[in-house]
């Protein structure tokens, strides 16, 4: 059975608490990253994901294998998940997909920028031509 899987991760990069929403999907992995500001209790997250979920930016899928869970005795689950809330630091994975998600967006900004100004070049060369053009017919 293929099943989407996510995680969610609450970490101090001072000066801020910051949040990394994970998931992995038929289409591969991918990750989006929210600043909180201050310190979130379990309650204000827990209502902030049911209302922020969905508008998360999740960067673009990255083709990778899929983390295989199997079952593990409850006391020993229990033990890792304490451990990994002791654990500072976001996975190398997330680390990757949100640079290409900041990449792609630079690449957005950059094709925007060209396009921006192309424009603004034809706009003056037209009109130096209007003004070339009354010039000569002597207005």
């Known amino acids: ?3 989407n899987v996510c995680s969610f991760t ?3 990069q001072p000066p801020f608490w910051v949040g990394v ?7 591969g ?3 989006a ?7 979130p209790t379990d309650a204000q997250l827990y209502e902030w994901l049911l209302r922020e979920w969905h508008r998360l930016d999740f960067s673009p899928a990255a ?11 409850p006391k020993r689950a229990l033990r890792e998940a304490r451990a990994a809330t002791r654990r500072q630091g976001v996975s190398t994975w997330a680390q990757e997909a949100l ?5 792609q ?4 900004r950059q094709s925007q920028n060209r396009q921006r100004q192309r424009e603004e070049e034809e706009r003056k060369y037209l009109l130096r031509q209007q003004k070339k053009r009354e010039k000569k017919r002597g207005r």
């Open 1 to 3: 059975m293929d099943r």
């Open 10 to 12: 609450v970490l101090f």
């Open 21 to 27: 929403a994970e998931r992995w999907e038929a289409e």
């Open 29 to 31: 992995y991918s990750a």
């Open 33 to 39: 990253r929210v600043v909180f500001g201050a310190e």
């Open 63 to 73: 083709k990778g294998e899929r983390q295989v869970k199997e079952r593990k005795n």
């Open 99 to 103: 640079s290409r998600q900041r990449e």
């Open 105 to 108: 967006e630079g690449l957005e």
